[in-house]
């Protein structure tokens, strides 16, 4: 498993140490990835970003107990998934795809299908099985090892394996035209 | 080989865990049917898309919703209340060296407390050798020095209590 950087280790100690400019480094860094992580997950703005906060809050208060010879942002992950799983569990949501937050209006032309197939790709992901949707993501977009996925959700490689190979497959379904 | 032979392939490649033998394999599969290149295309395409995923961010003053739970905001409240202490120290020097009320209640303790006479004594026999040894200019100005003397001590009160107030803040946080 990959270990926390020099200059995350750094940047933990001087949190320790009470120091708001390592903190807000440390959310300056992470934030983006965990907020699009749990809005993801949650589908609600609002939901994601009191998950997110608490994810934070929860990191600091606990950041003594942090072993620095482990990768810090999977460290935050599992907060985020355990924390993401409270919130599924108290909530029973339904998955809702919110539209306010796709790409403006400005673009360039010749970037719209670009676009076009990452809102397809975002939608089709949204329509995943919370735990497909969450491998999906830890996968490919923040290129996790599955040992490493694992650890974050706590379930066996052989489960991760099928059903990210599952989710892959209905992932392309949903984005192209179906396999016969 | 079978197609469902290829999709195993296919999720090997996807993984990053496919050996060369299975590699030439399929690639040699992929050449000669259109239908599995496609649907490897397609794979490949729609895994590779989501690391491009849009980034998606909380509300601007997220950081310092956290920062203020956390407590470190409390290191400021201390800072001000330090500066607000050294604004009155200032002020105090200040009045002590322009008005006569300090020097008659100075007076009154002094005749309270005769220990209080001695060092005063004491402290002015330093002074006035100190005095005598200033050059003429800063003589000249003798009556501008307290208040020149205060606002000194008033930095370096200020710069000290600041720091002791930050370690402060730093041990509750």
């Known amino acids: 498993m990959r270990k926390a950087p020099a200059e995350i280790r750094t940047l933990i100690q001087k949190a320790l140490s009470g120091d708001e400019g390592a903190c807000q480094r440390l959310l300056n860094l992470y934030k983006g990835r965990i907020f699009s992580y749990v809005y993801r997950m949650v589908r609600n703005y609002h939901d994601a970003e009191d998950i997110t906060f608490d994810t934070f809050i929860k990191c600091f208060n606990a950041l003594a107990t942090f072993d620095t010879s482990r990768p810090f942002a999977a460290w935050l992950f599992t907060i985020a998934h355990n924390l993401t799983m409270d919130h599924f569990r108290k909530n029973r949501i339904e998955v809702d795809y919110i539209d306010e937050f796709h790409p403006g209006d400005d673009d360039l032309a010749g970037d719209y299908e670009k676009k076009r197939k990452l809102e397809q790709i975002d939608l089709a992901l949204s329509q995943l099985p919370p735990l497909d949707r969450e491998l999906v993501i830890l996968f490919h977009k923040e290129e996790y090892s599955y040992q490493e996925i694992s650890e974050i959700l706590t379930i066996p490689v052989t489960t991760i394996k099928t059903r990210l190979h599952r989710a892959r497959r209905k992932l392309r379904d949903l984005v192209g035209k179906p396999k016969e | ?173």
């Open chain 2, 1 to 173: 080989m079978k197609h469902r032979e290829i999709e195993r392939l296919i999720q090997k490649t996807l993984d990053g865990e496919i050996c060369p033998r299975d590699k030439g394999r399929l690639d040699k599969h992929l050449a000669a049917c259109r239908e599995c290149a496609e649907f490897f295309g397609e794979m490949v395409d729609s895994t590779a898309a989501l690391r491009k995923l849009t980034e998606f961010y909380p509300q601007p003053g997220f950081n310092d919703r956290v920062i203020s739970r956390l407590g470190l905001r409390r290191r400021f409240a201390w800072a001000k209340a330090g500066i607000a202490l050294a604004g009155g120290w200032l002020a105090a020097a200040i009045f002590a060296a322009y008005s006569p009320l300090p020097a008659e209640l100075l007076g009154k303790i002094a005749t309270s407390f005769p220990a209080l006479v001695r060092f005063y004594d004491n402290a002015a026999i330093v002074v006035s050798s100190l005095t005598s040894l200033l050059t003429p200019v800063v003589k000249n100005s003798i009556d501008a020095t307290g208040p020149v003397i205060g606002a000194v001590f008033s930095v370096l009160f200020i710069y000290i209590l600041g720091k002791t107030l930050q370690k402060e803040a730093k041990c509750r946080t």
